[in-house]
């Protein structure tokens, strides 16, 4: 069983940036992808970005491709996400998934079976 507990969230000004930090209740971080996603009112959960278990390999949404950056701390059981020119397109709540490690880095919502409660970004204009 994995446990995910989001942060970071918060209200932010259009053009500036946000770091989301996911901590993982788990005995050994290293052997789950890591996925962030996010749920704007009215929207389907969409895939933001993926990171393999050893932070080799990333894969992005490309609406956030050159903003954001996924990382991962494994000795720290935490994964982030650097969340910079945010717009207010990025508002949302962002949660983050965990699944066991593949050689395809998956981005569907179906794909994951660990998630977060999630964590609220606003951006205002």
């Known amino acids: 069983q994995v446990q995910l507990v989001e942060s970071g969230g918060g209200l932010v000004q259009a053009g500036g940036s946000l770091r989301l930090a996911c901590a993982a209740s788990v005995r050994t971080l290293s052997t789950y992808d890591m996925g962030w996603f996010r749920?704007?009112?009215r929207k389907e959960r969409e895939f933001v970005a993926v990171i393999s278990?050893?932070?080799g390999r990333t894969n992005y949404a490309d609406s956030v491709k050159g903003r954001f950056t996924i990382s991962r701390?494994?000795?720290k059981n935490t994964v982030y996400l650097q969340m910079n020119s945010l717009?207010?397109?990025d508002t949302a709540v962002y949660y983050c998934a965990a699944e066991?490690?593949?050689l395809r880095l998956r981005v569907g919502v179906n794909?994951?079976?660990y998630w977060g409660q999630g964590t609220q970004v606003t951006v205002s204009s």
Do not use: I, T
Request: proline letters at 11%; hydrophobic letters at 30%.
């Open 39 to 41: 749920q704007a009112p």
């Open 53 to 55: 278990w050893s932070g």
């Open 73 to 75: 701390d494994n000795a």
């Open 87 to 89: 717009n207010p397109e």
């Open 100 to 102: 066991r490690a593949a």
């Open 111 to 113: 794909e994951y079976q």
